[in-house]
Each structure stands twice: as C-alpha cells, then as structure tokens.
C-alpha cells in the first residue's frame, strides 16, 4: 500500500483533517463500497462511492452512500444537466487518473464538477476512495464537498 497517493496529497495540501484507513480490497465483491464498509466495520451508510458520470456529455464525480442506489435524473438536476449517464470505465480511468475500484474524488487529473448526497452531513465523517484498491479517507462530509466544490444534494433513490 503506497503511503501517498494523489487523493492524501490534495488532503495535506489543503490542510484537511483526515485519516486513512486500509483494508483487503476484494474485486469480485458486488458491491466494492459495502465491501470496504464491511471490512473497516462500518455502516455503508457511512462509506461513499465515487462514480464518473457524463452529464450532457461532460465528465463529472457523484459521490452517495455504499448502500444506496444513485437516481440519474436527480444526479442531472443536481448537475445542471438534462441528461447522466455511468462513465464508461476505460473513459473513467482516463479522466479521473484512477483505477476502478480506486477512483477518488479527490486528486483527479481532471477537475470536474462535483456533486454529494446531502445524506453525508448525518455523520461526523465519512469514508471516501483514498486514491488506490483498498484505501479509504475518513474526514468530515462538509470539509470533503468544500474542497472538492461539490453540490450536496438528494441524488439516490
């Protein structure tokens, strides 16, 4: 496990309070995000997926709870968009600079806009991508959307 990764990086250089927290990634589980909660023994509630969407055909970052399904047609509203749709992955890689199951809001090669579900200012913190497979950030929901410029919003189902 890298003890640096662009997504730590962007933290420290912000001066964000945060931690990070490694786990055994598993790629075969059906979902990767209820698969990190499980191993750091938290709610999925608490652990938010990063997903690459095109909205409008533009790139951008959805971050929602592991145990929620996005809503597109909020996600676009939330975007300004008429229209999401899921990244392809190869497409994801490209413009976020991460592998899957790795891609982190933070310290993408791109900036793109940014939206949360607004789900994640119930917790005194949450979990977020790290920046590799099996490493996760914890810091608090307000702090990461500040950073990151990102929209909260109701974006699941």
């Known amino acids: 496990m890298a003890k640096a990764t662009r997504a730590t990086v962007m933290l420290e250089k912000a001066k964000m309070a945060f931690t990070t927290h490694a786990y055994d990634y598993?790629?075969?589980?059906?979902?990767?995000?209820?698969?990190?909660?499980?191993?750091?023994?938290v709610e999925g509630a608490q652990v938010f997926k990063?997903?690459?969407?095109?909205?409008?055909?533009?790139?951008a970052c959805?971050?929602?709870?592991?145990?929620?399904?996005?809503?597109?047609?909020?996600?676009?509203?939330?975007?300004?968009?008429?229209?999401?749709?899921?990244?392809?992955?190869?497409?994801a890689e490209r413009v976020s600079g991460y592998k899957i199951g790795g891609i982190s809001p933070f310290g993408q090669t791109?900036?793109?806009?940014?939206?949360?579900?607004?789900?994640?200012?119930?917790?005194?913190?949450?979990?977020?991508?790290?920046?590799?497979r099996g490493l996760q950030v914890r810091l608090a929901?307000?702090?990461?959307?500040?950073?990151?410029?990102?929209k909260l919003a109701a974006i699941t189902a």
Request: aromatic share 2%; hydrophobic share 50%; charged share 20%.
């Open 110 to 132: 791109r900036r793109v806009p940014a939206v949360m579900d607004e789900s994640a200012l119930a917790h005194e913190a949450i979990f977020l991508n790290g920046g590799q």
């Open 141 to 150: 929901p307000q702090d990461a959307a500040n950073l990151l410029g990102a």
């Open 50 to 59: 990063t997903l690459m969407v095109l909205a409008d055909g533009k790139p």
């Open 26 to 41: 598993d790629a075969s589980a059906d979902s990767i995000g209820m698969a990190a909660a499980a191993a750091l023994g």
């Open 62 to 91: 959805v971050m929602a709870p592991s145990d929620r399904e996005v809503a597109l047609k909020k996600a676009a509203s939330a975007l300004g968009a008429k229209q999401v749709e899921m990244m392809k992955p190869d497409m």
